[in-house]
């Protein structure tokens, strides 16, 4: 549909033309490129231990030194990001989808049923986000199986809130009522009236949702939760660089400054790209 | 004469800067002076800058606004570069404003009295003890009923009517020489609107304040002021003393605009202005009427005419002010209501309509009683024929929106039946109807930017219905949505826009081509033209009344305004609470005899003649509910004649030739009574 | 109005209610019990079903729901599966150690950031509302353990001014948490405070654009009497929800900084228990901080009902 290719040709040139989405969009892309290509570029072996070279500080051979284990941070940091990217990249558009399915069917249903749904989801999210996670995590281990879904899940739900406010916001249109009016069937309204205008306010939610998950990936990792040695990874890379920073610091600044931008950069990303789309990002909920 | 003016406007150019970086000019160049004690009004639509002007009189701009050039004194003294502290000393005490929408003026966390007293504490000349009874004066002095009541509320518990008349005692209490007031009436109901200019013109009597009053509402100009400024385009086009500019104007902008307004006396539709008001900023070099003028010559687009002087002392910005006179008003089509309806068939008919929002509480729904309390909208009968166009006339609460939901099956029905015209009834829930139901009952909604999906282009819009009821895609489609398009006057050019990239009035005939996409029997439009600029809602209406006639379509046509009822409707019902006051042809109803009620609504009506002055009849009362029993309009009829009216349900009524009037005074009386208050509609 | 108030207090207290249950219900949906966590690798057989039997876990669920729940509700927590104590007294410390830790965050962090938040906003576009928008976008989107470990390096490695970890048992007195707790009051506030800050600008801002506000100048009020009464009062009553959510956020976030600092709070000891696999005692921790979050929430949209006359009034005229 070309309409719908140049509006989001628009929404890009207005992304871009503003420096905190120029920024945020391209230290976004340059992650996800480094995700994609590192294990094709970096110099060493991510497991290559060295038991001569440890903790060497940053040279000509490692421009980012070695870490305890004598491994090339600049190879791990790399790739570090690679699991993370990959699990968030997957259980975010998982989360957006099936919580703003059921938001938006619970705005437009109203009644009992979204009554009793609305109070059991606030219950759930009165309970820290990590208590969620690890109990299934201890429970059922670590792996991308068990990560995607449980991350998809609990993260969808503040999606619900979402859609659903949104879906109230667009109901109330005469345009809607209009649609009614015409005898249009339930599901042709949901798609033709409702969905393209609630996409704007889920779109900018995913690009949120993505940013708290990879919080929430690398808190775990760093935990000792997460990914398991030797999978490099930001989180464990900056757990284990703790015990060590006051002689090698560079083992843990290099991923704090990876981890860092890359959620910078999605959270500036997300803040134009609502400000192009006029979605009106007042107090969202947090986690 | 020898006084210098107290407001004086000098060659005024305000705008703001564009993404593209393009200085967009929303003043172009605005001369206006306003001397002691005139009271002087400004006229424009959409588009014209006149609320700018306003606000820059009192040395404000909206944010993202800046001079380019000009100033604008008072008393002297450039507002628009003083600094800020002594532009606080200056606004409020000598210097108020009376602002547009007063619920949002007021301070939603601060009491009525503590705002009022503000201005006291601020500029007050007496001592600080005194306020509390001052502020009880200023508000009775604006007519408000129970000053003490109201001055311990916050402003959200008030009505409209109220409000405003706090923001005018706010304005009153710094005793300033000069009162601004930008659409104090926009918003309110006819009989509250008429009591608020009564109150404002008598101040201005009284105290002898300069006042400048700006609105699109030429009725409330004529009735306030003496002098007229016509804006159009960011700029003044024409001022002058309004016995000359209301009745010969020597622009043909203001010429067009006051034909194209429709008047209570007359019958015939207004004359439509081609086209549009312009952008900010949109103006060409030459004069910014120049492609709407039927008298442009090829100077007139590239030269900006001056704000030139004529003989009678009117300044007009025009290069040929003198042939305006000659210009041809383009009346009308319609001249009198066609009587042809007469032999036509039944096209839908209400019988005993009743719509409740109330809900059934847990005891109710136990004992399966139906929801208690008065009904919204109760009794309604009606029967109209093919071709025919009824009007629903009524202010705020009248219940006549929620008629036209209810004829489209979009609120519940609590009693009574629709049908159409071969007896088919139409089920009380839209989604129980069948296609052929579906299609012969179509909507079209007031506000055009709400109407249309943001994200759909025209074309998607009209295929909407004509996918639905006729199943027609492809070159099929196209071909018919053309045709639409260009029965509503728009080119096929249009299929690939967007609303955003329509006016109001291109959004409005898009949703009009919507609704007859499905040929339907009966179009329900509500209030289809107030959200419209004057000059376009003429041309919205000169349309539908074209459709009607060449279409055979029956149309409901709801709307507050009496004027635009008298211009397209064959027959009206005017409705109060959600009851039929009145019912007849459209010349009957409006002349005598009338149910109290619509007397009253007729003598606030305000017609854009200078010197006019409404009678206030009903009390300016706001009601949320209908009284239980009795009449519904007994508690502010002026002609109620004693408990009957509090007790029984008025009878109806026959005055001759289909036209009934719901009232315990017999006809002949109310003839007689009326015609001995009144000599002729709305003049003294 | 009351009934407003009391209808809230309802609602939250059928949402503890609500979250008890789920929090029950999914621990028993994990496999294994307090019995699997004493008995670990000898839990099978006769000696599990005598553990069960002593410790009542083969009655039906619902029953040793009501159980708890009723225990709950008298402050007894019952017992841990780790060490056998009561789960109560264990807690009890360490809630007043984390209250003592979220307690400074807030203290420092709300006025910072309404005095921070009304500035930026009414500085719009300002030099000063640039740097600190900026840098609220930093502090919050930073993840707590990312912060955590900088401040410790460059405040307690490299500058060698406050500790970076706590070494003080659970039991110890508030004051000897002093200057250990600095740091992570730091970090937390970061957070907290950049949230908040955003929210209070842009509620300011668009304060600043209403109608009322323009109003307000028009009539000659002075600037900073406009801001006092005409400005701030309804630019912060979104304020007060916004604390809230990022006081339910800073329960989460307090574990994690927990951990890192090895502050001896209810949060780390959270993570020790699950690790522990210590169900009772994950099920308690659950429940007390599900109970703070609903308690904060319910407070802050009680205060809202109070301090706006909008909603103050609103049954009054239509009741």
Known sequence: MTRGASRWRGVARSLFSRPSGAIGATLVLAHVALAVASPWIVPYDFKAISAAMILDAPSVAHWLGTDQLGRDVLTRTAMGGRQAIVVTAIATPLAVAWGGILGIWLGLAGGRLDDVLMRVVDAFLSLPWILKMLLIIVTFGAGIGVLVPTLAFFYGIPVIRIARAATHGVVARDYVLAARARGHGRPAIILREILPNVLDALMVEGAMRWSWMLLAFSSLSFLGFGVSPPTPDWGLMIADARSFMAIAPWAGLAPVVALSSLIVGINLAADALAKALGVDRAAAPVH | MGEPPLIQVSALRVGFASRSGRVVEVLRGVDLEVRRGETVGIVGESGSGKSTLLLAAMGYLKRGLRTIEGSARFDGTDLLSLPRHELERIRGRRLALIPQNSGQSLTPNLRIEAQVAEVLRLHGTRPAGQNRERVRELLAQVRLPDPDAIARRYPHELSGGQQQRVAIAMALAGEPEALLLDEPTTGLDVTTQAHVLDLLSDLAAQLGTTMVYVSHDLGAIARVCARVAVMYGGEIVLDGDARRVLVEPAHPYARGLLASIPRLAGGALPAALEGRPPEPGGAGPGCAFADRCALAIDACRTTRPALAARPDGTLARCLRPDAVADLAPRAGARAAPDASTHDRGQALALSRLAVSYARQGLVDQLLGRPAGGPRTVDGIDLALREGEAVALVGESGSGKSTILKAIAGLVPRADGTIALGDGIALAPDVARRGPGELRAVQLVFQNPDESLNPRHDVATILAQPLGLYFGLSGEALRRRSVELLEQVRLGAHYLDRLPAQLSGGEKQRVAIARAFAAAPRVVLCDEVTSALDVSVQAAVLALLDALRRDSGTTFVFVSHDLAVVRAIADRVAVLYQGRICELGPVGAVYASPSHPYTEALMAAVLDPVPGARPRLLADDVQESAPPAQGCPFQRRCHRRVGDICATDAPPAREAGDGHVIRCHIPVEELRALQRAEAPGHGRR | ?319
């Open chain 3, 1 to 319: 109005m009351i009934r407003l108030l009391l209808r809230r207090l309802a609602l939250g207290l059928g949402t503890v209610a609500l979250v008890s249950a789920m929090i029950f219900a999914a621990v028993e949906a994990l496999p294994g019990d307090a019995c699997t966590a004493i008995l670990q690798r000898d839990a099978s057989g006769q000696r599990l079903e005598n553990c069960r039997r002593e410790l009542g876990l083969d009655r039906p669920a619902v029953a040793r729901y009501l159980d708890w729940a009723a225990g709950a509700l008298r402050a007894d927590l019952g017992t841990s599966a780790h060490n056998g104590k009561r789960i109560a007294s264990l807690v009890g410390d360490r809630l007043a150690n984390t209250l003592l830790l979220a307690g400074c965050t807030l203290a420092l962090g709300v006025p910072l950031a309404l005095l921070l938040g009304v500035l930026t906003g009414l500085r719009r576009d300002g030099a000063s509302d640039v740097v600190l928008s900026a840098g609220a976008i930093f502090a919050m989107t930073i993840p707590e353990f990312v912060s955590a470990t900088v401040l410790i390096f460059v405040f307690s490695i490299w500058l060698d001014l406050v500790p970076g970890i706590v070494t003080v048992s659970a039991s110890a007195p508030a004051t000897a948490f002093f200057p250990g707790i600095v740091l992570p009051v730091v970090v937390l506030t970061m957070v907290m405070t950049a949230h908040v800050l955003r929210t209070v600008r842009s509620s300011v801002i668009e304060t600043l654009e209403s109608d009322y506000v323009q109003m307000a100048r028009l009539k000659g009020v002075p600037y900073w009497r406009m801001v006092l009464r005409h400005v701030l009062p309804n630019a912060l009553l979104p304020a007060i929800n916004v604390v809230a959510l990022t006081i339910a956020w800073l329960l989460g976030g307090v574990v994690v900084v927990e951990k890192v600092f090895n502050y001896p709070g209810l949060g780390h000891y959270m993570i020790d228990a699950i690790s522990d696999r210590d169900l009772p005692v994950v099920q308690a921790i659950a429940l007390i901080l599900a109970a703070v979050y609903v308690g904060v929430n319910l407070a802050a949209d009680m205060l809202t009902m109070v301090l706006n006359p909008r909603l103050r009034t609103l049954r009054a005229r239509n009741g």
